[in-house]
């Protein structure tokens, strides 16, 4: 047997490094609640919270005064003012959530009188149900998990139908509109055959072709169909799912200013961390070694995660000059002129890995004029042009919308006819793309155009 010796080199990172790269790629809430982590189990860290209740009471007494003087100009600015702070004023009411789907069949099933193990999967059922109320269990499945014979779910799962909102426990969407006809006593054969051949012609307003399938006037077909759009597709979107909203904080917030634009870090409300004076004082007293030790490895890890975060911030600063120096006429006037933008274009300003690129735009986002993005949003590919400009995704897009808005609705253009124009100056693009394209924008196709 021959034995090798091979050389080779390989990249180990420190933790220090790890922890440097995890605190790069944090969003503004991520640092937070890494930091509030950090003061927690390091007792060195001295971690302040933002007090703003000085602010609120100055506000206070600022309207306090406007309400004692006699201008009525004052009074009204109180009025309009206090309805901007009510969500934040301490003593505001507030209601009890809005009612879940679940709670509201619970209550309806809790009520009737019938056979236990009836009543039991009919709980089971309830609980199945998606957010939009639908039943994606079929009734096998259920019986086989209770072990026992389908003919007692489908009992079950008609007792959960007949329950309101209508529509409920329906399998798809075609079941819970036709549960919702029944319901309503509705008589409409054309209505209940649309629903059951046609739902994705409804969908493109193909009214011509299902009047050809269904062998129907267009003015019958058309009167089925608004018939239809008066039912509610998701009878259970009108509840509380019990899911909090995900609000989005934005990381920086660029504004235009007398000398151009200016980049806002968004630390409002991020806490000021330090080290503890009392901690560093007990390295100069006469503390015996191995407190010494515990103490100076405690203050060396805080300033390294303090260190961390301005690297983060300066990092995040130079990324953001470097997007705003490029995606000047994006910020100036809108989507429509974002340019095409990889991460390498940046990485070559700030002098920087593409890498630490990529783990400074991770997951953070921008408020500007224009909205809130993401600062993916602004590394864009293109598409080459016959004048050797390059053309991103959302100027095409721009263009795919400005034709469609100016075609005549009586005869739309085709999405091959559009691919025309766009080649037509200059523009390679497929038919493909521009139909991606158009669907991405909401717009419905030829015939779901046409008057």
């Given amino acids: 047997m021959d034995l090798m010796l091979n050389t080779s080199q390989k990249m180990l990172?420190?933790?220090?490094?790890?922890?440097?790269?995890?605190?790069?790629?944090?969003?503004?809430?991520?640092?937070?609640?890494?930091?509030?982590e950090i003061s927690v189990e390091n007792p060195v860290v001295d971690y302040e919270e933002k007090?703003?209740?000085?602010?609120?009471?100055?506000?206070?007494?600022?309207?306090?005064?406007?309400?004692?003087?006699?201008?009525?100009?004052?009074?009204?600015?109180?009025?309009?003012?206090?309805?901007?702070?009510?969500?934040n004023d301490d003593w505001k009411f507030k209601g009890s959530p809005s009612q879940s789907l679940e709670s509201c069949l619970l209550e309806q099933i809790n009520v009737l009188k019938c056979k236990p193990c009836v009543k039991k999967i009919g709980t089971y059922i309830i609980g199945c149900l998606d957010q939009n109320g639908y039943l994606k269990e079929t009734p096998e499945e259920i019986a086989e998990v209770f072990g026992i014979r389908k003919e007692y779910v489908i009992q079950a799962l008609d007792l959960v139908k007949s329950f309101e909102p209508a529509g409920v426990a329906a399998k798809d969407l075609k079941e819970c509109l036709l549960i919702q006809i029944k319901r309503n006593n509705i008589s409409n054969p054309l209505a209940e055959k649309i629903i059951n051949g046609c739902l994705e012609m409804v969908g493109k307003n193909q009214?011509?072709?299902?009047?050809?399938k269904l062998k129907a006037c267009q003015e019958d077909v058309s009167e089925a169909i608004s018939l239809i759009k008066k039912l509610n597709p998701k009878p259970g979107n009108s509840f509380d799912s019990g899911?909090?909203?995900?609000?989005?904080?934005?990381?920086?917030?660029?504004?235009?200013?007398?000398d151009g634009y200016e980049i806002i870090l968004n630390d409002r409300f991020f806490p000021n961390i330090g080290i503890n004076t009392y901690y560093r004082s007990m390295l100069?007293?006469?503390?015996?070694?191995?407190?010494?030790?515990?103490?100076?490895?405690?203050?060396?890890?805080?300033?390294?995660?303090?260190?961390c975060i301005n690297k983060r911030n300066s990092t995040l600063m130079k990324t953001l000059k470097c997007i705003v120096d490029i995606q000047k006429d994006f910020f100036d006037y809108g989507a429509g002129y974002i340019k095409p933008m990889c991460l390498n274009d940046v990485a070559k300003v700030i002098e920087m890995h593409e890498s630490t690129v990529s783990r400074t735009i991770k997951q953070k986002y921008i408020q500007c004029c224009h909205g809130v993005f993401p600062l993916s949003y602004f590394f864009q590919s293109s598409i080459s042009s016959d004048s050797g400009e390059k053309v991103t995704p959302e100027k095409i897009k721009l263009l795919i919308k400005e034709i469609v808005?100016?075609?005549?609705?009586?005869?739309?253009?085709?999405?091959?006819?559009?691919?025309?124009?766009?080649?037509?100056?200059g523009i390679e693009i497929s038919r493909r793309t521009v139909a991606k394209y158009r669907g991405m924008l909401g717009m419905h196709g030829t015939s779901g155009r046409k008057c």
Avoid: C
């Fill in 51 to 87: 007090n703003d209740e000085q602010e609120k009471f100055d506000r206070l007494k600022k309207k306090l005064d406007y309400l004692d003087a006699s201008d009525e100009q004052n009074r009204t600015y109180y009025a309009e003012d206090k309805d901007d702070e009510n969500e």
């Fill in 13 to 36: 990172m420190s933790q220090k490094m790890l922890q440097s790269t995890e605190i790069l790629q944090m969003s503004s809430s991520e640092l937070l609640d890494y930091v509030k």
């Fill in 405 to 425: 808005e100016n075609e005549d609705p009586s005869s739309p253009l085709s999405d091959r006819a559009i691919t025309e124009i766009l080649n037509g100056k």
């Fill in 284 to 307: 100069d007293k006469n503390s015996d070694g191995e407190t010494k030790e515990y103490v100076l490895n405690k203050i060396k890890q805080a300033e390294w995660v303090i260190t």
């Fill in 243 to 258: 899911k909090s909203l995900e609000y989005i904080t934005p990381d920086a917030i660029i504004v235009k200013g007398k």
């Fill in 207 to 212: 009214i011509h072709l299902i009047s050809k």
